[in-house]
């Protein structure tokens, strides 16, 4: 039986798409079969950020009003072996499906898949509802700024509230040289405020902003973003791999910040 | 700027998370703060400088520190 995660923020633009993206492809290369599902109605990112945006013939509404089997919405991405996508709707808002068709719609899917990735949009209206309702876990992505961290302490306790229990965090977009001379939260900072598991952190890098650009992933590439990635897909399949907060002493942050600062 | 904005950003946070967990307002919480204080105090010896409250998603922790040697 495949586990159910979402992948979710509260706030906007803090990576959730993205990182549902690289998880999924990072999980699939890891000989995981894999399906990943946008449920942001009405704004549909992932198959973009996946570049599969031409390939879209159905999608999930069709599917739950029943206009399409499931396979024919199903987008195989041919780069990766077992990677699935489910897009979202465009034209559709968030109304057009309720909590319990999602969690229907899991129920029925869950058993031909090892992991099953929801990209839930930003906000904690109907939207987040609807990609909470078949989660078994969750992971909270947000970034190392006061309004991110609000947000995320709130979607946290709004998942406990729903009975999701276990709930690790994300921290994205970490930037180490502003970390180091005190103008940015460092790892420790944000875990302690929030008082979660740390699933991993990915440090601000310029390729994902390149990757994603041309559609492609980031998650195995010689990056410092890319191998973050791919810790964290490890983890998910239940290695042990201890949590790089980019603390290191004064040698290794020379170099690491000296790559920041190139261009 | 000659102090850290992590520090300013790290105040403002905990501000913001326990009007947010509590659902109330930063003066609620400093009234909230003093009461359990004055409760407290009633039947335990302690310095307002010692007393302090904690509030997480799910529990509200009071720490006090005891007599110092």
């Known amino acids: ?263 | 700027m000659s102090v850290h904005s992590v520090s300013v950003a790290k105040e403002r946070l905990k501000n913001l998370l326990v009007s947010d967990r509590m659902q109330c307002t930063p003066e609620t919480v400093c009234r909230l703060e003093g009461d359990l204080y004055h409760t407290v105090s009633k039947y335990v010896e302690v310095r307002r400088e010692d007393f302090d409250v904690t509030v997480t998603r799910t529990d509200i922790h009071i720490k006090y520190m005891g007599e110092k040697n």
């Open chain 1, 1 to 263: 039986m495949g586990e159910v995660i979402v992948i979710t923020s509260g706030k906007g633009g803090v990576g959730k798409t993205t990182t549902t993206a690289n998880i999924g492809i990072g999980l699939s290369e890891l000989d995981k079969k894999v399906i990943v599902i946008d449920t942001d109605l009405g704004l549909r990112n992932l198959d973009v950020v996946m570049g599969l945006e031409n390939r879209i013939v159905y999608n999930i509404v069709d599917v739950i009003e029943g206009s399409c089997r499931l396979k024919q919405a199903l987008i195989k991405d041919k780069r990766f072996p077992e990677l699935y996508l489910l897009p979202s709707a465009q034209t559709k808002d968030k109304t057009s499906v309720s909590p319990e068709q999602m969690k229907k719609l899991i129920e029925d899917i869950r058993n031909d898949f090892d992991f099953i990735l929801l990209d839930c949009p930003a906000g904690i209206e109907q939207g987040f509802q609807n990609a909470i309702a078949g989660a078994d876990r969750s992971i909270v992505v947000t970034t190392p700024e006061v309004s991110a961290i609000r947000d995320a302490d709130r979607i946290i306790g709004l998942l406990e509230a729903s009975g999701i229990r276990r709930n690790d965090l994300l921290i994205n977009r970490l930037r180490i040289d502003m970390v180091r001379r005190g103008d940015m939260m460092s790892v420790d900072d944000v875990t302690e405020i929030l008082a979660v598991d740390l699933l991993g952190v990915i440090p601000d890098d310029e390729q994902v902003v390149i990757a994603t650009n041309q559609g492609e992933p980031v998650v195995g590439e010689d990056c410092l973003a890319g191998k973050a990635y791919m810790d964290i897909c490890r983890r998910l399949t239940g290695e042990e791999i201890p949590v790089d907060d980019f603390s290191r002493p004064e040698g290794f942050f020379e170099k690491i910040s000296s790559l920041f600062h190139r261009n």
